[in-house]
């Protein structure tokens, strides 16, 4: 298990919105993922991400609080993402919010344990894309936002987010090659071993999300394929 983000290969992601049972949190704890981030889009509650904190905790699983507003932020986790997306049309979701959260947590915050992540949504028909007002991008338009991210802004993180639906792996191929340091997340629509093994070809890390509450037992399968592979 790696308990450094810059490691991380396989990532789970738990929606605080969803119901998920002590047996199958446990398994995807237990799993060997590399990590477990907290997020969602719609319904994120402080009851809900600290009732899946406590639960979280029982293991020694690295675990992540992807900020999805401010109501929901909660101290306890290893590490805290901080999504700024880069292709939304509201400078809101790109400067508005983070700049108030920092306005009020400034002195609580340790930006040891705080990574930005340059997302761009890629699924016009995912929540994500619709709530923060995105503009489809084009395959040069994702280049250039992930130069953006590692040249501009020096984001630990571009997030390729095609949350709900399988992306285009040659887009994720020609995504990896504009970047050196920044590392390269991917997630969306993993279904199967093929799909997270083809992703991860060229993405850093590949988050499961929706998966784990859809086919547990295969979920849990994507952990080995990612790992598997690297040996
Ligand atoms: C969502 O990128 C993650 O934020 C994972 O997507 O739920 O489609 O697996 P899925």
């Known amino acids: 298990m790696n308990y450094s983000l ?14 998920i049972s002590d047996e199958d949190l446990d398994a995807i704890c237990e799993s060997g993922t590399d990590a477990v981030i ?43 993402l901080i999504p700024m997306v880069m292709n939304s049309t509201e400078k809101k979701w790109m400067m508005d919010l983070q700049h108030q959260a920092i306005k009020e947590y400034r002195e609580l915050l340790d930006w040891d344990e705080m990574f ?20 489809m991008p084009d395959a040069e338009d994702v280049e250039a936002y992930a130069h953006m991210a590692e040249h501009v802004f020096h984001l ?26 920044t590392k390269l997340f991917y997630g969306g629509g993993i279904e199967n071993n093929f799909q997270v093994r083809e992703m991860k ?31």
Request: aromatic residues 10%; negative net charge.
């Open 156 to 181: 630990p993180i571009f997030y390729m987010e095609y949350s709900g639906t399988y992306g285009a792996p040659e887009l994720v191929k020609r995504v990896k090659s504009q970047l050196q340091h």
């Open 116 to 135: 930005v992540e340059g997302y761009c949504i890629l699924n016009e028909d995912s929540k994500a894309f619709q709530k923060t007002k995105c503009d």
């Open 6 to 19: 810059h490691e991380w290969n396989h990532i789970f992601k738990l929606d605080p919105a969803k119901e």
């Open 38 to 80: 907290v997020g969602g889009t719609d319904g994120v509650t402080l009851d809900g991400v600290l009732d899946l904190l406590s639960r979280i905790r029982r293991h020694t699983v690295p675990c992540a609080l992807e900020i999805a507003n401010m109501e929901s932020i909660t101290p306890g986790f290893d590490y805290y």
């Open 201 to 231: 070809e060229y993405a850093d890390a590949v988050i499961v999300g929706n998966l784990i509450y859809d086919n547990i037992k295969q979920a849990l399968k994507t952990v080995k394929a990612v790992h598997s592979n690297k040996e």
